[in-house]
């Protein structure tokens, strides 16, 4: 009986305290504590909130590890964001082959190729 009730407590744990996060696991952006999404780079004092006019997902939905990139040494190199991005990009400005992610929380500049991605529909 304690083994059932353990097993139910996880279910319901893993359904509606992590539903959110299982749901969006993205390097980029997170759910803002306010609703809505954020830069995962959020701290005690501000969210970095993002529109949904910013949001833009991948092309293929069979590919939703779209490489992303950075430059080093001028050229566009595929960074290591294993956290992924499943599908969902927050797109700060593009230009005719390359598209700058939004994300404030360092130095580092991260691209996708324009190709990749599509306007999210709402």
């Known amino acids: 009986m304690?083994?059932?009730?353990?097993?139910?407590?996880?279910?319901?744990?893993?359904?509606f305290r992590g539903c959110k996060d299982?749901?969006?696991?993205?390097?980029f952006i997170t759910y803002g504590n306010g609703g809505g999404y954020a830069s995962t780079c959020e701290t005690l004092f501000s969210d970095y909130p993002i529109g949904v006019e910013k949001l833009y997902e991948l092309k293929s939905r069979n590919d939703l590890k779209a490489p992303i990139y950075i430059i080093k040494d001028g050229n566009f190199t595929i960074a290591d964001v294993r956290k992924g991005i499943f599908g969902v990009v927050p797109i700060e400005s593009c230009g005719d082959k390359w598209c700058k992610i939004y994300y404030p929380c360092s130095e580092t500049e991260y691209f996708i190729k324009k190709g990749d991605i599509v306007k999210r529909d709402y």
């Open 2 to 15: 304690k083994i059932l009730t353990l097993i139910l407590a996880i279910i319901w744990m893993a359904i």
């Open 22 to 27: 299982l749901l969006l696991t993205n390097h």
